[in-house]
């Protein structure tokens, strides 16, 4: 089983859709949680961060359930530019574990 | 401000040559990274430094790759013989320690292995 598992996608949804991904991590004892954004040719880079109680940016939401070992990004009203690949990473005794990545296209 | 700088940005070579990486972390940055990212195997970390040192090199695929930090502002990843197979992108990262684990990456370099 891998560490960190995503949903790879495609997922296709129209302009002003909310869409929702899930990531589930192995390891328990896992410390810090991360979405990543990273655009078709580009480097990754911090979208946000993944708090215990759940944390909102804007229109992305993001959430953490320990119980279950995963964590959750939703984005609503979604825009053409929230088009990429979103990277979940989890941090482990300061190794960082980046997932496969899901990839959203966003059609208008 | 520059972000993380890596050298060269693209690179094609044929099996068996020599490949040198490139990276300057930010200024005051005292982790460094080196990823690699391919469709098969996503991104993966292969080894990162603490203040120059080598802290865990886990990830480093084989002998082929080493990499140095010889200073605060410098880092390689060379790769002795190269194969097809080690074609990817390698991006390189760097972070402060109190950043909450935030990682600045740079543009990444392509590798072409032929």
């Known amino acids: 089983r891998k560490e960190v598992e995503q949903d790879p996608g495609p997922f296709n949804v129209p302009e002003g859709a909310t869409v929702a991904f899930n990531c589930t991590y192995s390891n328990s004892a896992s410390q810090s949680f991360f979405w990543y954004r990273q655009d078709c040719r580009k480097e990754p880079k911090l979208l946000m961060s993944v708090y215990s109680s759940g944390n909102e940016d804007g229109r992305f939401t993001a959430q953490l359930n320990r119980a279950s070992q995963y964590i959750s990004l939703l984005i609503r009203d979604s825009k053409l530019s929230d088009s990429a690949t979103y990277l979940c990473?989890?941090?482990?005794?300061?190794?960082?574990?980046f997932g496969s990545g899901t990839r959203l296209s966003i059609r208008p | 401000d520059a972000g993380v700088i890596q050298s060269p940005r693209h690179e094609v070579t044929e099996m068996g040559q020599e490949v040198t990486l490139r990276c300057k972390p930010i200024?005051?940055?005292?982790?460094l990274f080196w990823y690699r990212q391919t469709m098969m195997r996503g991104l993966e970390l292969l080894i990162y430094f603490n203040n120059n040192v080598p802290i865990d090199d886990s990830g480093m695929p084989e002998d082929r790759f080493s990499a140095k930090m010889p200073n605060a502002s410098f880092s390689t990843l060379k790769i002795q013989p190269s194969e097809p197979r080690d074609s990817a992108v390698y991006f390189c990262a760097s972070r402060i320690t109190g950043s909450q684990e935030t990682q600045y990456f740079g543009p990444g370099t392509r590798l072409l292995v032929l």
């Open positions: 990473v989890v941090n482990f005794a300061s190794k960082i574990i």
């Open positions: 200024s005051g940055h005292d982790y």
